[in-house]
T-cell receptor, first 111, second 109 residues
C-alpha cells in the first residue's frame, strides 16, 4: 500500500500565481480531506469529500481556493491568485471509517 | 473557544519519566476520540483510539471522561523517541475529525 500520495512536496511561488496541489488517496478509501497547518492556527479542515462529492467546504478560506475530486483516485486543491498568507503545509488525508491516513504534505511558500 | 483545547507545552521531561497530557472538547455530542502523533515536519499519524473504559497500548494509556468532556494520554518510561507533538482529536459527526492544537513533548537524556 503506497499510502496517500501528495505532490509536489515543496512549492515556492510568487504572489499572484496559481498553485495546484495534488492528492492520490488510498485505494478503497471513500473519504478525502484537505487540511492546512500553520504555527498560528494548527490543523484546519478546508474541505471534505465523500464518494467524490464535496460534503463540507466551510473551511475554505475564500473564493481564491477551490478543490475538485473528478474520480476516486485523484483530488486537487487550487489557489488562484496565491498570497503570502497562504504559506502553510497542506495535508491531504483519506479514510475508510474510522481514522485518517495523511499524506506527507505539500509545503507551500508564497513570496 | 476552540472546539478541542490542549496545553501547547512544551513539556520537557527526562528519559524514564511519566508524563500526562490533557485535552478538553466542547461538543458533548462528540462520538469518538483519538490521539495522533506528529513529528517535526512530518504528517500526523494515529497513535491510538480512546475508549470510554480507558485503554492501554504498551507504555501509553488513554482515558476518556465524557461527563467532564476530558481526554488524557499518559506516557510511562519516556523514551527520547517519544519527542513529538501529540494531537488530541475528536470525531463529531460523520467522518470529520477536529484536531486540537497539539502538545509538544521533548524528552531529554
Amino acid at each position: 500500500d503506497a499510502g496517500v500520495i501528495q505532490s509536489p512536496r515543496h512549492e515556492v511561488t510568487e504572489m499572484g500565481q496559481e498553485v495546484t496541489l495534488r492528492c492520490k488517496p488510498i485505494s478503497g478509501h471513500n473519504s478525502l480531506f484537505w487540511y492546512r497547518q500553520t504555527m498560528m492556527r494548527g490543523l484546519e479542515l478546508l474541505i471534505y469529500f465523500n464518494n467524490n462529492v464535496p460534503i463540507d467546504d466551510s473551511g475554505m478560506p475564500e473564493d481564491r481556493f477551490s478543490a475538485k475530486m473528478p474520480n476516486a483516485s485523484f483530488s486537487t486543491l487550487k489557489i488562484q491568485p496565491s498570497e503570502p498568507r497562504d504559506s502553510a503545509v497542506y495535508f491531504c488525508a483519506s479514510s475508510r471509517v474510522p481514522g485518517y491516513t495523511f499524506g506527507s504534505g505539500t509545503r507551500l511558500t508564497v513570496v | 473557544r476552540k472546539e478541542v483545547e490542549q496545553d501547547p507545552g512544551p513539556f520537557n521531561v527526562p528519559e524514564g519519566a511519566t508524563v500526562a497530557f490533557n485535552c478538553t472538547y466542547s461538543n458533548s455530542a462528540s462520538q469518538s476520540f483519538f490521539w495522533y502523533r506528529q513529528d517535526c515536519r512530518k504528517e500526523p499519524k494515529l497513535l491510538m483510539s480512546v475508549y470510554s473504559s480507558g485503554n492501554e497500548d504498551g507504555r501509553f494509556t488513554a482515558q476518556l471522561n465524557r461527563a467532564s468532556q476530558y481526554i488524557s494520554l499518559l506516557i510511562r518510561d519516556s523514551k527520547l523517541s517519544d519527542s513529538a507533538t501529540y494531537l488530541c482529536v475528536v470525531n463529531n459527526a460523520g467522518n470529520m475529525l477536529t484536531f486540537g492544537g497539539g502538545t509538544r513533548l521533548m524528552v531529554k537524556p
